[in-house]
């Protein structure tokens, strides 16, 4: 993808500058024959004799291929100071900062993106993320909310919504958000999942629902078997107070995911599982072990683009 959208850029480029000389037809055949840092050398050549802040972001996003964010934070910034209307050049620079770990930085630049351009969704879903990083529930609804205003089918925005309720203590309307989520998606399996967990762990018992979740997560695991489906089967068995069950069930998660050496951050988590079921505890309102409950999903919206 990430290539797909440089090529776009580039021939967009073609167009705009196609009557003044070949340079980006150069840059563009370099890019696609792999030779990035020839393309990037072009460019910046190109750049000495004729600056233009669409040229800085090209080069921006060139050295963030090649993983120089240090000199692709450069050229944003380059682009920025010479057109600092543009959102895109801020909501760039925002992945920048969340590549390098500076989430304060990061959000920053998120919000004057969307500050900018109110419509900028992936933005917004990027500033949700970040208010749940810092713990801010009740900013990271909003942001979720105003991205679902605009794309209102992307599975992922559905479950960060209801996660930041949850959160925020508000089960019910975590409840409603998956629930309506389901409809709008046609039953997706991702969100199904996330609706079978809540209502297996939910701390409200009024909401509580295990049997719904078991009959939820055994569908799944039936018609679409993964270790996620094990999980969310484990968690259900335990809420219905079949211990023995669930135990058996983790274990057998913990088996292929060991055997397949994969999501490694998932496994201190089932044995932590493993322990409550030994001692016949369910495991309640668990929102704030949030990267273990559900596939991986807490990453930046089309970072690489």
Same mark, same amino acid.
């Given at each position: 993808?990430?290539?797909?959208? +440089? ?11 196609? !009557? ?36 800085? +972001? ?126 709008? +998606? ?20 009024? +909401? ?6 078991? /009959? ?5 695991? /039936? ?15 335990? !809420? ?10 983790? !274990? ?37 072990k949030l990267k273990y409950l559900l596939p991986q999903h807490l990453l930046e919206y089309k970072l690489?683009?």
């Amino acid at each position: 993808m990430k290539k797909l959208t +440089l090529f776009l850029i580039l021939t967009l480029f073609i167009y705009s500058f196609q !009557s003044k000389d070949n340079t980006f037809q150069q840059i563009t055949k370099l890019y696609e024959k792999g030779k990035i840092s020839e393309a990037i050398e072009r460019l910046k050549e190109h750049l000495q004799q004729t600056p233009t802040p669409e040229g800085y +972001l090209l080069l921006a996003k060139l050295y963030k291929e090649i993983g120089a964010l240090s000199l692709s934070k450069e050229a944003i910034k380059k682009a920025i100071e010479m057109d600092p209307s543009k959102s895109d050049y801020y909501s760039f620079l925002g992945s920048l900062y969340s590549f390098l770990g500076d989430w304060e930085q990061s959000l920053k630049y998120f919000e004057k993106s969307v500050q900018l351009n109110p419509q900028d969704f992936a933005s917004w879903f990027n500033i949700g993320n970040l208010y749940l990083r810092f713990g801010k529930p009740e900013e990271a609804i909003r942001a979720f909310e105003k991205f679902l205003s605009i794309q209102e089918d992307d599975q992922f925005a559905y479950v960060n919504t209801a996660l930041s309720l949850l959160f925020a203590n508000r089960e019910k309307e975590a409840l409603e958000i998956i629930d309506k989520g389901i409809k709008k +998606l046609n039953n997706s399996t991702f969100l199904k999942h996330a609706l079978a967990r809540i209502l297996a762990t939910a701390q409200d018992e009024s +909401l509580r629902n295990p049997e719904k979740a078991y /009959t939820i997560a055994h569908e799944i695991a /039936t018609t679409e078997p993964s270790e996620e489906a094990l999980l969310t089967v484990g968690l259900s068995l335990a !809420s219905l107070g079949d211990f023995q069950s669930a135990y058996k069930t983790i !274990s057998e998660t913990i088996k292929v995911l060991e055997s397949r050496n994969i999501r490694n951050d998932l496994l201190p988590y089932l044995y932590s599982l493993l322990d409550k079921f030994n001692n016949n505890e369910i495991e309640i309102a668990p929102w704030y072990k949030l990267k273990y409950l559900l596939p991986q999903h807490l990453l930046e919206y089309k970072l690489g683009d």
